[in-house]
Each structure stands twice: as C-alpha cells, then as structure tokens.
C-alpha cells in the first residue's frame, strides 16, 4: 500500500506539460494534399526542458520548418509557424492518430499517425542553402526566352534556388510595374497591346547566386530596353493613393532577420488571402498596388530597413481583386460570420498597421517607344 502511495505522489509531482505531452510527444507522418500535390510530411514533437518543441519535415521538398508553439488543450493539438500559419489537429483517443488541417496561406487536410521504426519514412538531409549573388553584383539576363503564354495560364513570377526567374502569363505592363515598383495609374503613353498581349518570361542571369529585389529589378529593366526597345520619360504628378502607416496599438508582425539581402516571398492564400515572408513595407505595397488596390499605394511607415513575415486575411470588397483570386469588380462573397473583416480593418488587427485613402506627389512612368518583344 506505501508503494503504491509513493507512486501516485511521485506521478503528481511530475511538470503539467509533461503529463500532457506523454501521449503525443514521437514521430508523426501522413500526406499534406496541397491541390494535385501530395507531400509526404513528417513532424517530430518532442519535450526539452518542460517545453514542449515540434518540428515539420516536408520530405519531397526536402525542408525543414521549426514551429514556434505547442499546445495541448485535451485532444485539440496546436502548432504555430510564427507570421505564417502552421497545424491544428485532434488526437484520437488510442493516442496513435491525429486528425486535422494545415495552413499556410489556405488550409489543407493533413492527418498525422504515429511512426514506429519500422514504419517511419527516412528524412533526407536538408540541402544546402542557396547561394546569395553578391550585394554589389550588376547582373543581366544572360539568355532571356520570351514566348506567347497560353490561354489558361494565370499570372506567376518566381525565382528558382539557382536564381532563375520564370514567369507565366506577364504583359508588358506587369513586367514594367514589377521593374519599377509602380501601379498601372503611374504608367501612361503606351499601346493597347501593353495589358492584352501575355507572354512567359524565363531570364537566367550571367552570374551565379539568387539576385536581391533590386537586382532581379535591374535585370527586368535592362531585359525591357533590349528585348522591348522601352525608352520612357519620368514625371511628378499628385495623385490619390493609399499611405501605410504604423497604427497606435503598434507592430503585430514577426521581424524577419535571416536574409537581409534577399529576396520577399508573397503567396496567394485564394481571394483574400496573403502569406508574406521576408518583406519589406516598400516591397509589400508594390504588391498591393500591383495587384490588389486600385490606387497607388506609398509605404509611410518608416521601416524601411525591416523585414516581416505575417499572414494576412481579409474579405474582399468589388473594387479589390484579392490576391491571386478573381479579378477586380468582381462581387463580394456573401454575408458570412466567420468571414475575415475587411482589407482595412485586418491591417489594424493583424498587422497593426493603416491603410489610408489620401493624396499624394508620385512619379509616373511616360512611354515614348515600345516595340513587342525581339525574336529568342
């Protein structure tokens, strides 16, 4: 009887955390189904000190992604990717599967069971990082193949990991207002064609390494005048804009110190919906006014040098294409509780930041020639 009373004691004793964590702290694995993707994942849960730490191992990507908090509020499993999502899952009652939704961006189904050593998959070594092109490097698009894109091809411009950029369905337009940081208002003088005619880009540049934003700026610009013959004339003009600034309940975004020098991610998450890494304020109200708002958009913030990463969600109105969804004017979902606030009201709330309608001097870009594209 006084071994078994020690025993509860002893049991008693042990850190809350810790009895929570003994039932689902291991190895865990199932397939993250990310649209036609099926991505074998694995995500190891594990307690150091009372501190319960998890992290993701996307086996076909061959990446790896700490998760900044775990949770355990009776079988509802929490785990967060600080600015950009993360998992949220239940734990069945054996204590052997979990059952739940990853987000990044959109939600996708990712149901978890437990490994044991004969059924765990094998985690590949994580490549090596990238190589970063020199800051002071002055690259151009040593081969740059410009074609026709196809109907059903939607908008898209990324970079590789060996610093070659791809684009899909890009105007000339899009190219210019990627180039020069500017909305379709600062860009005047051209022909009909510079919106319509839509064309797949691939430039690799003359230098090894991933470019920075202005890099990979200069290359689209110097790729612009040659393959485009652009020749253009600045001027100032007042005009109403939108203007970024820090709201009074301050900064809500995660500071991204890893990659000074490189290069932003900004995902789509459906129609109103952004996951943005490693951004600068200038970086994102490009973005914004390139894709989103019907104003230019000025950074008033005074962050110049920052980098954040944060998720940002919000309900669409009709004047608002939502990145990576329908385009502008199209109608406002229907009236949903759940429904994220609008664009405005989720810059205070998630950001803290504001987005105010003013007026403002910018430069506009004037087209004094352009030719379509020379032959690859």
Do not use: C
Not at 3 to 16: C, E, Q
Not at 316 to 323: A, E, I, K, L, Y
Not at 354 to 367: G, R, W
């Amino acid at each position: 009887m006084k071994k078994l009373m020690l025993g509860i004691i002893a049991l008693a004793a042990l850190p809350g955390s810790a009895l929570q964590a003994q039932n689902f702290t291991g190895t865990w694995q199932g397939t993250l189904k990310a649209g036609p993707q099926e991505l074998r994942t694995v995500i190891k849960i594990s307690l150091d000190d009372d501190k319960l730490k998890a992290i993701l191992y996307s086996i076909d990507q061959k990446a790896q992604i700490p998760f900044s908090s775990v949770t355990k509020d009776g079988s509802t499993i929490k785990m967060a990717i600080a600015g950009l999502g993360g998992y949220e899952g239940k734990l069945s009652a054996d204590g052997n599967s979990i059952t739940g939704t990853f987000t990044q961006g959109a939600p996708f189904p990712l149901n978890l069971t437990r490994a044991t050593p004969e059924t765990a998959w094998t985690i590949p070594d994580p490549p090596p990082p990238p190589k970063i092109m020199p800051a002071d490097a002055n690259p151009v698009f040593e081969v740059a193949t410009i074609k026709p894109s196809k109907a059903e091809e939607r908008f898209s411009l990324l970079v590789n990991r060996s610093g070659v950029m791809n684009t899909t369905a890009t105007s000339l337009s899009d190219l210019i207002k990627f180039a020069y940081d500017l909305h379709p208002r600062q860009i005047t003088g051209g022909p009909a064609w510079l919106e319509s005619e839509k064309y797949d880009v691939t430039g690799k540049p003359d230098l090894d390494g991933i470019p920075s934003g202005k890099q990979l700026k200069m290359m689209v610009q110097k790729m612009l005048a040659e393959r485009f013959e652009l020749a253009f004339h600045r001027e100032k003009k007042e005009l109403s804009v939108y203007a970024i600034t820090v709201a009074k309940s301050g900064l809500k975004m995660t500071k991204d110190e890893t990659n000074p020098d490189g290069l932003p991610g900004f995902g789509g998450g459906g129609r109103g919906g952004m996951n943005v890494r490693n951004a600068t304020m200038a970086e994102f109200a490009s973005v914004l006014q390139a894709n989103i708002l019907e104003l230019p958009v000025v950074d008033q913030t005074g962050l110049a040098s920052g980098r954040y990463d944060f998720i940002l969600k919000w309900t669409p109105d009709s004047s608002q294409s939502g990145f990576g969804g329908p385009a502008p004017n199209a109608a406002p979902p229907a009236d949903n509780a759940d429904a994220p606030p609008d664009l405005f009201t989720a810059f205070q709330q998630q950001l803290g930041l504001k987005l105010d309608s003013t007026k403002a001097p910018v430069d506009v870009l004037v087209i004094d020639k352009v030719e379509k594209p020379s032959a690859n």
